[in-house]
C-alpha cells in the first residue's frame, strides 16, 4: 500500500491536483499495482480526505466543530495522552517521531491527530518509521502544505521509496 502512497505523493504533489478515487484507481491499475495494494490504498486516502475535511469544517466554524471533528483548539500547554490501543498499535520509535515533529513545531496539533488517525489505519504493527514518515507526507500533501525543507529531507531520507 505504502507504494502506492508514494506513487500517488509523487505524481500528484497537492491533494487538490489527484483525480477522483474511481479515476485513479483505474490510473493505478494501468501503472501496474496490484489490485490489492490499490484497493488498501484508495480506501486510505478515503479515510485522508475525510479527516482532512473534518479538520476544514474546523477552520471554518471555530466555535462548533462538527462531532466526531478533530479539535484545533489546543492550548500549547497542553499534553496529548496516547490510548494503549495507539500506543501499541504505533509502538514507541513512531511515537517518539511524531513527538520529535511536534517539539519541532513542524507538526500542529489538528494534523498530528490525522497523522495518528491514518497511522491507525494501516493494517499490522507496530507502524514503521518509514511508513509514518509516508503517512506524515500524505497528511501534508491533504491539506494542501510542504513541509519545510528540512523537515521534508528527514521524512524523505528512505531514497528507496521517495525521491523528492
Given at each position: 500500500m505504502f507504494e502506492v502512497l508514494v506513487y500517488v505523493y509523487e505524481n500528484y504533489w497537492r491533494g487538490d491536483a489527484c483525480p477522483e478515487l474511481g479515476h485513479l484507481g483505474r490510473k493505478l491499475n494501468a501503472v501496474g499495482f496490484d489490485p490489492d495494494e490499490i484497493e488498501q490504498a484508495l480506501q486510505w486516502l478515503a479515510g485522508l480526505s475525510l479527516a482532512s475535511s473534518r479538520?476544514?469544517?474546523i477552520d471554518i466554524n471555530q466555535h462548533q466543530p462538527p462531532q466526531g471533528s478533530i479539535s484545533q483548539a489546543q492550548s500549547?500547554?497542553?499534553l496529548r495522552v496516547y490510548s494503549i490501543a495507539e500506543q501499541d498499535h504505533l509502538g514507541a520509535d513512531s511515537l517518539g517521531f511524531v513527538s520529535f515533529l511536534e517539539s519541532a513545531q513542524v507538526l500542529?496539533?489538528?494534523m498530528r491527530e490525522i497523522v495518528v488517525d491514518r497511522a491507525m489505519a494501516v493494517?499490522?504493527?507496530?507502524?514503521?518509521?518509514?511508513?509514518?514518515?509516508?503517512?506524515?507526507?500524505?497528511?501534508?500533501w491533504s491539506v494542501g502544505l510542504e513541509?519545510?525543507?528540512?523537515?521534508?529531507?528527514?521524512?524523505?531520507?528512505?531514497?528507496?521509496?521517495v525521491a523528492h
Amino acid at each position: 500500500m505504502f507504494e502506492v502512497l508514494v506513487y500517488v505523493y509523487e505524481n500528484y504533489w497537492r491533494g487538490d491536483a489527484c483525480p477522483e478515487l474511481g479515476h485513479l484507481g483505474r490510473k493505478l491499475n494501468a501503472v501496474g499495482f496490484d489490485p490489492d495494494e490499490i484497493e488498501q490504498a484508495l480506501q486510505w486516502l478515503a479515510g485522508l480526505s475525510l479527516a482532512s475535511s473534518r479538520t476544514e469544517l474546523i477552520d471554518i466554524n471555530q466555535h462548533q466543530p462538527p462531532q466526531g471533528s478533530i479539535s484545533q483548539a489546543q492550548s500549547s500547554n497542553s499534553l496529548r495522552v496516547y490510548s494503549i490501543a495507539e500506543q501499541d498499535h504505533l509502538g514507541a520509535d513512531s511515537l517518539g517521531f511524531v513527538s520529535f515533529l511536534e517539539s519541532a513545531q513542524v507538526l500542529p496539533p489538528h494534523m498530528r491527530e490525522i497523522v495518528v488517525d491514518r497511522a491507525m489505519a494501516v493494517p499490522g504493527r507496530p507502524v514503521s518509521i518509514d511508513d509514518l514518515k509516508i503517512i506524515v507526507l500524505m497528511v501534508y500533501w491533504s491539506v494542501g502544505l510542504e513541509p519545510d525543507a528540512l523537515i521534508l529531507d528527514e521524512l524523505c531520507d528512505d531514497t528507496d521509496r521517495v525521491a523528492h
